[in-house]
């Protein structure tokens, strides 16, 4: 099976002459050690160093992160990554550059490539309704417990989380296999053929008006023009001539047409943004006598800074610049349409310029007569195609809709569901007891994205046992489920008594999926036996040390060096 291991953490302060250097083993790891020395920095270190920072950092984080690397082993692949504040570098085992990026969710930031090697290319709305692809720490939630915030709310570790609404809820059952990336997928191609589709239907209605201007009173018929052959041979390379450029004068009318009405929907939706972002601007004004303000829409805590104030009215002069540049493209088109509507009435007045010619009779029928009627119908003939091809596009794009809606039904199976759901419900029930939790309800148990309303020294034994029960359903259930490494920091809190701290710190390591490397962080292990490594850290206020400098320091030198020059 295809799983993430750590191997190596490297933490390196240029500026304190400071490093550490922590190997773990692939199975089992506690690092213990008393209250502020370090444990929980160097544990926020390994997922940071992926693009997924913890939601607080200890006081002395900035040492701590300055330069971290991980080397780590993917699908029996070893790589090292690096990771100098926004900047990351992957290395091969050789210690090749294999590719730097900057950033985590831009474009060209290390989300990309962690979305290929982790398989989690996911892509959800944002608040702003802007389709983005899932930063890493969407994909680490189940594996990363911290001691700051973990114990409180389930899956609330990282920072930035708040960006996607309802994130939880969709994550939970990304995870257990609810609704596995191919639900996403499908999600992404229906998003995409909404997108792409309306423009056509717009192109379509375009065109069905053209037919409708074009029926008229005027007779069609067919005749032999043999019978004005005389006639007819001096006006035929007139009449092409003008016949060409009528269904040029169509074609560009019809494509000018579609630009004005798409530039007329952008003006409308850049004056919506504008009026929103001036509405934010005056609430930020109204709050200048508070130094962080809380987002009325998702309720983050945000700083009041200047900066911040002068950023958002950027954004509205942007905005409102936007408008104008889109109304002078639109009185751009218009004046274009008026210009083509004067080459229109040009090419009437050459028309006339046939009109003796085409007064010459044959019976009761004029040559004006028998041209109109052949013109009409080839006239008819393109817009008939062109609505037949546009009809064929549609039905392709509305076929495939179907097909994508009907496998998304069969992927949201009641019965699959039940039983992912009745899994997790019994796991969970099994741990409560293990842990000694009886002030769960049977109801909270149900589905994993039910909170679980209890308090106390319960709460976090509680949390314990769905973070667990959920890992083992993504074990059993999902086709997505790539084992990483489960950190879990200070799970002995509220302080329990001595037969619970037994238990919790035996459930943490006995209880751990298979194929899941454990990294636990705790005071001490209470006497308890197990396999692996214990890593002691004794100095307080300082998980960095002189020693590691001399090997750390030129490792990450050589790495950040081949990263710059790359």
């Not at 802007?130 to 409180?152: A, E």
């Not at 997108?195 to 074009?214: C, H, L, S, Y």
Request: some cysteine.
């Amino acid at each position: 099976m295809k799983k993430l291991t750590f191997k190596t953490l490297y933490l390196l302060s240029k500026k304190a002459q400071r490093a550490r250097k922590i190997e773990f083993d692939p199975e089992v790891n506690v690092i213990t050690g008393d209250n502020d020395t370090g444990k929980s920095s160097l544990l926020k270190s390994l997922y940071h160093t992926f693009g997924a920072s913890p939601i607080r950092t200890p006081s002395n984080w900035e040492e701590t992160s300055e330069i971290s690397a991980v080397e780590f082993e993917l699908e029996k692949a070893t790589y090292i990554l690096l990771r100098h504040k926004t900047m990351f570098a992957l290395f091969d085992k050789k210690k090749r550059l294999l590719g730097k990026y900057e950033g985590v969710g831009r474009e060209g930031g290390v989300g990309a490539i962690f979305a290929d090697m982790f398989g989690f290319k996911i892509q959800m709305q944002d608040k702003r309704g802007k389709s983005r692809l899932l930063p890493p720490s969407y994909f680490f939630l189940p594996f990363f417990v911290d001691q700051d915030s973990g114990w409180h709310k389930l899956w609330e570790s990282f920072e930035g989380l708040q960006q996607f609404s309802d994130y939880k809820t969709m994550m939970i059952n990304y995870h257990i296999g609810i609704l596995p990336k191919r639900y996403f997928d499908i999600k992404q191609r229906i998003d995409e053929i909404g997108r792409d589709i309306e423009p056509v239907k717009v192109e379509r209605n375009i065109v069905v008006e053209a037919q409708k201007r074009f029926k008229t009173n005027g007779a069609i018929f067919d005749m032999d023009l043999n019978a004005f052959k005389h006639e007819t041979q001096s006006l035929v390379s007139a009449c092409q001539s003008l016949r060409e450029k009528e269904e040029k004068y169509k074609t560009a009318l019809s494509e000018l047409e579609k630009q004005r009405f798409m530039l007329q929907r952008q003006a409308e939706i850049a004056e919506t943004a504008r009026v929103e972002l001036e509405k934010d601007h005056k609430y930020v004004l109204a709050q200048t006598s508070k130094g962080n303000i809380e987002c009325p829409t998702c309720g983050t805590e945000f700083q009041n800074a200047i900066t911040k104030r002068f950023k958002l009215v950027e954004d509205v002069e942007m905005c409102h610049k936007l408008v104008l540049d889109l109304c002078e493209q639109q009185k751009g088109i218009e004046h274009k349409i008026s210009d083509l509507n004067e080459s229109c009435y040009q090419n009437q007045k050459e028309l006339s310029d046939l009109q003796t010619l085409l007064e010459a009779r044959q019976g009761d029928l004029t040559l004006k007569d028998i041209i109109g009627s052949e013109s009409k119908k080839e006239v008819r003939r393109l817009l008939r195609a062109d609505v037949e091809r546009i009809e064929s596009i549609i039905g392709k794009l509305q076929l495939e809709l179907d097909g994508l809606k009907a496998e998304r039904l069969q992927i949201q199976e009641k019965s699959r569901i039940q039983r992912i759901n009745n899994s997790y419900s019994q796991k969970l029930r099994d741990f409560l007891t293990a842990l000694d939790v009886s002030t769960v309800s049977q109801t909270q148990c149900e589905k994993p994205t039910s909170k679980l309303n209890t308090a106390g020294s319960d709460l976090p034994r509680a949390l314990l046992a769905q973070y667990y029960s959920i890992l083992h359903v993504m074990a059993e259930f999902s086709p997505d489920y790539l084992p990483c490494p489960l950190i879990v920091d200070s799970p002995l809190q509220q302080d329990p008594d001595y037969k619970n701290i037994k238990k919790i710190m035996q459930f943490v390591l006995e209880k751990r999926p298979k194929n899941c490397q454990l990294i636990l962080g705790t005071v001490e292990t209470h006497g308890l036996k197990y396999p692996g490594k214990t890593i002691e850290l004794a100095t307080k206020h300082r998980v960095l040390n002189d020693q590691d400098f001399k090997i750390v320091n030129p490792l990450l030198t050589e790495l950040l060096d081949k990263t710059l020059m790359g």
